[in-house]
């Protein structure tokens, strides 16, 4: 049976949240403007809805998706269809939790960011520790300022230990870590070395444009986020006649949701049915 493993990012661009680092969520969305995202929302499970595929989705909004009660409802809409292996987004867990008891556990996960300038850690662990009542999948994590670095492992410490803390290198500053740096987060994320290279990937065979690939508010297809060329559309073309083995055709790679997708790295045996939603397996129940 075919597996699809897609990635939806819709107009939403606003965000609760202020991080200085962020290239993200600079502009505050009109009401229009939202009512515009959830209409395109709901059409894209509309046709998730009509299709026979197995399918894993990611959101990645430029925004924060889980304050929109249109996103609360989409999401658990869709972890409760057959075809839907996975539902998952990337979130900085501000939301409320309470809807979420309303989803399929097993068909939903989150990918949560904290934020140590926006909110305490005592808040955001008792966050997880909501997640942890409800029984729901996911991830943790931030990026890994070197002068941040007690923060994670704090983090790492009040938080289950079943559950996974990653850590994002900051790659803008050229040779930032030493290597006594790198090997102090790996002991908190053992797949952090992934994270701090940009993957050589031109002509390296890749998932991105095959088995997963990149839907935008249009329906517009794309191998992955950063590859501009459109494939198609999922409203007005035979996905399965754009969808084919390809390799990438950009110099590097440095994302995790790129180069998750490289086949070379065999990272979809570490992560297997968590890829998406960035919990590697030895972490899922």
């Given at each position: 049976?075919?597996?699809?493993?897609?990635?939806?990012?819709?107009?939403?661009?606003?965000?609760?949240?202020?991080?200085?680092?962020?290239?993200?969520?600079?502009?505050?969305?009109?009401?229009?403007?939202?009512?515009d995202?959830?209409?395109?929302?709901?059409?894209?499970?509309?046709?998730?809805?009509?299709?026979?595929?197995?399918?894993?989705?990611?959101?990645?909004?430029?925004?924060?998706?889980?304050?929109?009660?249109?996103?609360?409802?989409?999401?658990?809409?869709?972890?409760?269809?057959?075809q839907?292996?996975?539902?998952?987004?990337?979130?900085?867990?501000?939301?409320?939790?309470?809807?979420?008891?309303?989803?399929?556990?097993?068909a939903?996960?989150?990918?949560?960011?904290?934020?140590?300038?926006?909110?305490?850690?005592?808040?955001?662990?008792?966050?997880?520790?909501?997640?942890?009542?409800?029984?729901?999948?996911?991830?943790?994590?931030?990026?890994?300022?070197?002068?941040?670095?007690?923060?994670?492992?704090?983090?790492?410490?009040?938080?289950?230990?079943?559950?996974y803390?990653?850590?994002?290198?900051?790659?803008?500053?050229?040779?930032?870590?030493?290597?006594?740096?790198?090997?102090?987060?790996?002991?908190?994320?053992?797949?952090?070395?992934?994270?701090?290279?940009?993957?050589?990937?031109?002509?390296?065979?890749?998932?991105?444009?095959?088995?997963?690939?990149?839907?935008?508010?249009?329906?517009?297809?794309?191998?992955?986020?950063?590859?501009?060329?459109?494939?198609g559309?999922?409203?007005?073309?035979?996905?399965?006649?754009?969808?084919?083995?390809?390799?990438?055709?950009?110099?590097?790679c440095?994302?995790?949701?790129?180069?998750?997708?490289?086949?070379?790295?065999?990272?979809?045996?570490?992560?297997?049915?968590?890829?998406?939603?960035?919990?590697?397996?030895?972490y899922?129940?």
């Amino acid at each position: 049976m075919t597996n699809w493993s897609i990635l939806y990012r819709g107009p939403l661009s606003s965000c609760n949240y202020g991080c200085t680092y962020c290239p993200f969520a600079k502009t505050k969305n009109t009401r229009a403007e939202l009512a515009d995202d959830a209409v395109r929302l709901q059409k894209f499970v509309t046709w998730v809805k009509s299709r026979s595929e197995q399918i894993s989705i990611l959101f990645t909004p430029w925004g924060e998706g889980l304050i929109r009660k249109y996103y609360q409802e989409a999401m658990t809409e869709l972890s409760h269809l057959p075809q839907v292996k996975k539902v998952s987004i990337q979130t900085n867990l501000s939301c409320s939790t309470k809807w979420m008891d309303k989803v399929n556990k097993n068909a939903f996960a989150l990918w949560t960011t904290f934020h140590p300038t926006q909110i305490s850690l005592d808040k955001f662990v008792s966050k997880c520790a909501q997640l942890d009542a409800l029984d729901i999948q996911y991830s943790v994590g931030f990026v890994a300022f070197k002068e941040e670095l007690d923060i994670l492992e704090a983090l790492r410490d009040r938080i289950t230990p079943k559950r996974y803390v990653w850590a994002n290198a900051y790659k803008r500053v050229a040779d930032y870590y030493t290597e006594k740096d790198i090997l102090r987060v790996e002991k908190v994320d053992p797949l952090f070395r992934y994270n701090t290279v940009y993957h050589n990937s031109l002509g390296k065979s890749c998932q991105a444009g095959h088995t997963s690939f990149t839907i935008d508010g249009n329906g517009d297809i794309r191998s992955c986020h950063f590859i501009d060329t459109v494939l198609g559309n999922i409203y007005t073309d035979e996905i399965e006649q754009v969808l084919a083995p390809k390799t990438c055709v950009n110099t590097t790679c440095g994302c995790h949701i790129g180069y998750v997708h490289l086949d070379e790295l065999n990272l979809y045996e570490t992560y297997a049915d968590g890829i998406l939603e960035r919990i590697p397996s030895v972490y899922q129940e």
